[in-house]
Every structure is written in structure tokens, then in C-alpha cells.
T-cell receptor
Framework: SQTIHQWPATLVQPVGSPLSLECTVE??????LYWYRQAAGRGLQLLFY??????ISSEVPQNLSASRPQDRQFILSSKKLLLSDSGFYLC?????????????FGPGTRLTVL | QKEVEQNSGPLSVPEGAIASLNCTYS??????FFWYRQYSGKSPELIMS????GDKEDGRFTAQLNKASQYVSLLIRDSQPSDSATYLC????????????FGAGTTVTVRA
């Protein structure tokens, strides 16, 4: 069965510090991978998605970036965090299961920028 | 930009009652529709997917889709306190690589 991992689970960072969040998927090959952000009391915002290694599409211009160095690894980064980067960061995958349309989320990383 | 709107909450229902959640979407080419359940502080969990007009039942959950009216709903029968959560509606279409557009969510509270 497929599982998705994210770490760290929680993170508190000062403004201006760098960021690296990691997501890995097990049990599937060549998944589509997604990064979402959910700000407090708000809906899910798609940040990046990837259809393969080194193939990243950015949905929202911002100070975040994403990379996919391996088939089942997706990394979200920032060189300098802003207060507005606080939120719940969710990684999701979509693959060849039950028609392949469903997206499944990881447990998330709660980021607080102070 | 797809717009997905859900009925505003919070929705409070007594235990054992039916909770009815509604969702409308703006893009007529949307083809795939999903309901996610999100407990407070947790990540969304997929509970229903529906692709064709009509009803789809899974246990106590029934999803209803009407593409002509651009409307999708979720019914929760025999509501339990464990159903208390925020429910997110999401839509996707193949022309947009099945990227999901989410509604803001409806918070449901089931009173014991």
C-alpha cells in the first residue's frame, strides 16, 4: 500500500531564516506530487506540483521554491522566511490507483514564523 | 481560476440526523469531484470521489453530482460525534492536469 511521509511535523522559525520541508512517498512509482498551504482558517492553496523528476510547476509567485531530486521525494524550500509563510504545509500525491484522479495527503507540517 | 463554493457553516446536527453539505463550482469542464474530511489539526482525508451524474453511496456517506447544475453534495446519514470535522469539496478536470480546486470547507458539529 502507498504511504506518504512529511517532516518535520512542526517547525518554529524566525523571520529571515531558511526553510526545508521534505515529503516522500512509498509504494508507488512516478506519482504526481503537490505542495499545498493552508493558512489559519482558510482553504487549501496549491503552491507547486510535479509530474516527474526535476519537473516542477509553480502556481503562486512567492519566496518559496520546490525541487524533486528523486522520483518519490519532493522538497519545499525558502531562502528567507516571511511572517506570511506561516501555515499548514501539505504534500499530496496522485498516482495510478482507482482511475488515478484522487489525491492523497500526507500528515502535514505546521510552520510558525515568528 | 476555478471557483468552488460551499455552504457556509458551521453546521450543527443532532446525533443520528442527516448532515447535508453542498458545493457549487464555476467551471463546466470539471470532471472529477471529491469530498475530503479534515479533523482539527490534521490533514485532509479523502472520503468520497464521484465522476458521473447521480448518487454514489459508501457506508453512511452519499455523494450526489449534477453536472448540468454544477452542483455536488454530500449527505452523512446517522451522524455520529466522530463525524464532527471540516468537509472540503474539491473539483478537477483533465485539461488542467487534474489539479484540484478546493472550497473553503464546511465545519460540521454533531451534538450527542
Amino acid at each position: 500500500s502507498q504511504t506518504i511521509h512529511q517532516w518535520p511535523a512542526t517547525l518554529v522559525q524566525p523571520v529571515g531564516s531558511p526553510l526545508s520541508l521534505e515529503c516522500t512517498v512509498e509504494g508507488t512509482s512516478n506519482p504526481n506530487l503537490y505542495w499545498y498551504r493552508q493558512a489559519a482558517g482558510r482553504g487549501l492553496q496549491l503552491l507547486f506540483y510535479s509530474i516527474g523528476i526535476d519537473q516542477i510547476s509553480s502556481e503562486v509567485p512567492q519566496n518559496l521554491s520546490a525541487s524533486r531530486p528523486q522520483d518519490r521525494q519532493f522538497i519545499l524550500s525558502s531562502k528567507k522566511l516571511l511572517l506570511s509563510d506561516s501555515g499548514f504545509y501539505l504534500c499530496a500525491w496522485r498516482g495510478p490507483k482507482r482511475g488515478g484522479h484522487e489525491q492523497f495527503f500526507g500528515p502535514g507540517t505546521r510552520l510558525t514564523v515568528l | 481560476q476555478k471557483e468552488v463554493e460551499q455552504n457556509s457553516g458551521p453546521l450543527s446536527v443532532p446525533e443520528g440526523a442527516i448532515a447535508s453539505l453542498n458545493c457549487t463550482y464555476s467551471d463546466r469542464v470539471s470532471q472529477s469531484f471529491f469530498w475530503y474530511r479534515q479533523y482539527s489539526g490534521k490533514s485532509p482525508e479523502l472520503i468520497m470521489s464521484i465522476y458521473s451524474n447521480g448518487d454514489k453511496e459508501d457506508g453512511r456517506f452519499t455523494a450526489q453530482l449534477n453536472k448540468a447544475s454544477q452542483y455536488v453534495s454530500l449527505l452523512i446519514r446517522d451522524s455520529q460525534p466522530s463525524d464532527s470535522a471540516t468537509y472540503l469539496c474539491a473539483v478537477a478536470d483533465y485539461s488542467n492536469d487534474y489539479k484540484l480546486s478546493f472550497g473553503a470547507g464546511t465545519t460540521v458539529t454533531v451534538r450527542a
